[in-house]
């Protein structure tokens, strides 16, 4: 069965998953629920390269060598303020 690498966009959890073909792709990050994209390393991608979070990274991830409890949350924040 294929292994499927996914990362989250918000908390920077990365994990990998069997999954059979006919599974769906997983959506959402099991942390904080937030949209996952899936990570295909045969060609390079990472998170970290694409989408919104590169505009963000010269300022907050560019110096990030280990995950920091507190940067989920305030990318959390940024991204999906929740007016509770
Ligand atoms: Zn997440």
Redesign the pocket.
């Known amino acids: 069965m294929p292994t499927y690498q996914y990362a989250?966009?918000?908390?920077?959890?990365e994990f990998e998953i069997v999954q059979t073909f006919a599974e769906k792709s997983l959506t959402e990050?099991?942390?904080?629920?937030?949209e996952?994209r899936k990570v295909f390393s045969a060609v390079g991608v990472v998170f970290k390269g694409a989408g919104f979070y590169k505009n963000d990274s010269n300022k907050k991830a560019v110096k990030k060598s280990t995950p920091e409890p507190v940067a989920?949350k305030a990318a959390?924040t940024a991204l999906a303020p929740k007016a509770d």
């Not at 989250?8 to 959890?13: E, G, R, V």
């Not at 990050?29 to 937030?34: H, L, N, Q």
């Open positions: 989250c966009s918000t908390c920077s959890n990050c099991p942390e904080c629920k937030s996952l989920p959390a």
